[in-house]
């Protein structure tokens, strides 16, 4: 006798070897084959997030765009900052918000620059007059076969974006969340289990997992929940553009303890239940969503 409400993890997604494929920079979803789901067709909400009003940094594509799509199915306006380049990506989420009813904004800048960070925060505040919901997730992951190839610009970078870019946009929106809200950063798997070849990003996630700890201690007395996501090989735009070493696309994720790649969309309930009164008891933990993978912090 089977039941057939039930779905084998194994076989969800795609669970082929992925074609070889790379793009320059900025990578863009709609040019990967096969395109990630983000929940474009297959999130359902459930009004979780009436009346919230998020940012998500790295909203165009990938984990951030699973989670801007399933907060707006939720009820949240949703403003996405993008890397400037990514404006294709980007109108398809903000398309998929306003198809909800919601408010949506982009925002293409460089977290890299100074004071970029604090400007997504003022334009989103202006915008939707409140702001009370965070993800902290965009990022740069760039691998390298050695030490040696791995510059300190490329570091500085990577610092910049993934960890420097959170304090920044922290600090501008404190003044704004009202008890209730919600930040949550994308830590990874990595954090825990740093490969050699991605070095710097592994850094930066660890100092996340830090940071967001010791974070959810300081807003805790103000009735603001801080919680992270540590993924594990999640097919993304970020894969292709340099990061994965030249022929590692192809069995990209297949070596986790599920046998494939994580999808966007296999994340989004994990983003909304840490963003939503749902998980009103939860703060200073990290939430692995890593196909098997273990993390311990």
């Known amino acids: 006798m089977t039941d057939s409400n039930l779905t084998d993890p194994r076989n969800k997604h795609y669970n082929e070897n ?39 940094t790295g909203g165009d594509s990938g984990i951030g765009r699973a989670a ?26 903000k398309e998929l918000i306003e198809k909800e009813g919601k408010k949506a904004l982009l925002l293409p800048y460089d977290l890299r620059e100074d004071g970029a960070a604090t400007e997504i925060v003022e334009k989103t505040v202006d915008a939707f007059g ?3 919901t965070l993800v902290l997730n965009a990022a740069q992951q760039i691998a390298q076969p050695s030490l040696s190839e791995l510059s300190i610009k490329q570091v500085t970078d990577t610092f910049k974006v993934n ?30 289990n740093p490969s050699q070849t991605l070095m710097d990003y592994a850094a930066t996630k660890g100092a996340i997992s830090n940071f967001t700890v010791s974070l959810s201690q300081y807003f805790s007395e103000k009735g603001i929940r801080v919680n992270g996501v540590a993924p594990g090989p999640i097919w993304t735009p970020l894969q292709l553009d340099n990061g994965q070493l030249d022929g590692a696309i192809p069995e990209f994720g297949q070596s ?42």
């Open 163 to 192: 960890i420097i870019s959170m304090f920044e946009t922290v600090k501008a929106a404190e003044p704004h969340l009202k008890p209730g809200s919600s930040i949550v950063t994308t830590t990874s798997v990595q954090s825990f």
């Open 256 to 297: 986790s303890p599920l046998g494939r790649a994580g999808q966007p969309v296999e994340l989004a309930p994990v983003y909304v239940l840490l963003a939503s009164d749902e998980g009103s008891y939860i703060t200073g933990q990290i939430y692995g969503v890593t196909g098997g993978q273990p993390i311990d912090l």
């Open 18 to 56: 992925f074609p070889e494929q790379e793009q320059d920079t900025p990578a863009l979803q709609s040019k990967m084959e096969p395109k990630p789901d983000c929940g474009e067709t297959s999130y359902k909400g459930h009004n979780r997030m009436e009346g919230r009003n998020a940012l998500v």
């Open 68 to 93: 801007a799509i399933a907060f707006a199915r939720e009820g949240a306006n949703v403003a996405i900052q993008f890397f400037p380049g990514e404006e294709d990506d980007a109108n398809e989420v």
């Open 130 to 132: 409140a702001l009370d």
